[in-house]
C-alpha cells in the first residue's frame, strides 16, 4: 500500500460542508470551531484506512459489463465506462474505530460531538477514495484520467450486485462485510468502479 493514499488530511472546511454549514455564510461558534479541531486530531489516530483494487479490460455486450467471472448489468455503468479501455474496481474503508466512537458518544448522549465524528469519518473515507483514483491514474501509462465513480445502489445497478462485486474485489481482506441489507462494515466503507479513457488530460 502506498503511504500516500493513507496520509489523510481532513479538512476543517469539509468536515464543515459534511455537517450541512456554509463555510462562507453559516457562523460557527468558538467552542464548535474548537471541538471540530480537536475532534479531526483524535481521529486522525482512529484512522486505519486499507483498501482493495482489481482491474479488467472492458468488456461490455448488451449493457452488460463483464469484469472476469464478474457481470455488472447496468446502461448506467455501461454509458460510463463507453470511452474506456480498463475498469478498474474500488473497496475502501478507515475501519472500525470511528463507528466505535460514534457509538460511545450516541451512547452518553453526545450528540453534537457524535454528528461530528461522523462528518470527520464521511470525509475520510471520501479523501481516501480520491487518493485512490488519483493514485491508479498516475500509474496508468499513457494520457489517461479517471472518469467518475459509480457505486452499487445508484442509478440502475441494484444494490444487491453489492455481494458479488465486493467478492470480486477482494474485499473480506480488508476486514469489509456485508450485512442481508447489503449494508458494509464498517459503516465508513465504499465499493465503486470507474473507467480509465486516454487522451483526457
Same mark, same amino acid.
Given at each position: $500500500?502506498?503511504?500516500?493514499?493513507?496520509? !489523510?488530511?481532513?479538512?476543517?472546511?469539509?468536515?464543515?460542508?459534511?455537517? /450541512?454549514?456554509?463555510? +462562507?455564510?453559516?457562523?460557527?461558534?468558538?467552542?464548535?470551531?474548537?471541538?471540530?479541531?480537536?475532534?479531526?486530531?483524535?481521529? #486522525?489516530?482512529?484512522?486505519?484506512?486499507?483498501?482493495?483494487?482489481?482491474?479488467?479490460?472492458?468488456? %461490455?455486450?448488451?449493457?452488460?459489463?463483464?469484469?472476469?467471472?464478474?457481470? %455488472?448489468?447496468?446502461?448506467?455503468?455501461? #454509458?460510463?465506462?463507453? /470511452?474506456?479501455?480498463?475498469? &478498474?474496481?474500488?473497496?475502501?474503508?478507515?475501519?472500525?474505530?470511528?463507528?466505535?466512537?460514534?457509538?460511545?458518544?450516541?451512547?452518553?448522549?453526545?450528540?453534537?460531538?457524535?454528528?461530528?465524528?461522523?462528518?470527520?469519518?464521511?470525509?475520510?473515507?471520501?479523501?481516501?477514495?480520491?487518493?485512490? &483514483?488519483?493514485?491508479?491514474?498516475?500509474?496508468?501509462?499513457?494520457?489517461?484520467?479517471?472518469?467518475?465513480?459509480?457505486?452499487? /445502489?445508484? /442509478?440502475?445497478?441494484?444494490?444487491? +450486485?453489492? #455481494?458479488?462485486? !465486493?467478492?470480486? !474485489?477482494?474485499?473480506?481482506?480488508?476486514? %469489509?462485510?456485508?450485512?442481508?441489507? &447489503?449494508? $458494509?462494515?464498517?459503516?465508513?466503507?465504499?465499493?465503486?468502479?470507474?473507467?480509465?479513457?486516454?487522451? $483526457?488530460?
Amino acid at each position: $500500500m502506498s503511504k500516500k493514499i493513507l496520509d !489523510l488530511k481532513i479538512d476543517y472546511n469539509d468536515v464543515l460542508v459534511r455537517m /450541512g454549514a456554509n463555510k +462562507h455564510k453559516t457562523k460557527i461558534a468558538d467552542n464548535i470551531k474548537a471541538s471540530i479541531v480537536e475532534s479531526i486530531e483524535f481521529a #486522525k489516530k482512529l484512522l486505519k484506512p486499507k483498501y482493495a483494487v482489481s482491474f479488467a479490460e472492458k468488456k %461490455i455486450k448488451d449493457d452488460k459489463i463483464f469484469l472476469d467471472n464478474f457481470i %455488472i448489468d447496468s446502461s448506467d455503468v455501461s #454509458k460510463l465506462l463507453d /470511452g474506456s479501455e480498463t475498469v &478498474c474496481g474500488v473497496a475502501a474503508t478507515i475501519g472500525n474505530s470511528i463507528d466505535d466512537k460514534i457509538d460511545l458518544l450516541l451512547k452518553e448522549k453526545k450528540l453534537a460531538l457524535s454528528y461530528i465524528y461522523d462528518a470527520i469519518g464521511s470525509v475520510a473515507i471520501e479523501e481516501l477514495m480520491d487518493n485512490i &483514483c488519483e493514485d491508479v491514474q498516475n500509474k496508468s501509462n499513457g494520457n489517461i484520467k479517471a472518469t467518475r465513480r459509480f457505486s452499487p /445502489g445508484y /442509478g440502475d445497478w441494484p444494490i444487491n +450486485h453489492q #455481494k458479488e462485486f !465486493l467478492k470480486w !474485489l477482494g474485499a473480506e481482506k480488508i476486514g %469489509i462485510v456485508l450485512s442481508e441489507s &447489503c449494508q $458494509m462494515f464498517p459503516r465508513k466503507s465504499v465499493s465503486a468502479i470507474f473507467g480509465l479513457e486516454k487522451g $483526457m488530460l
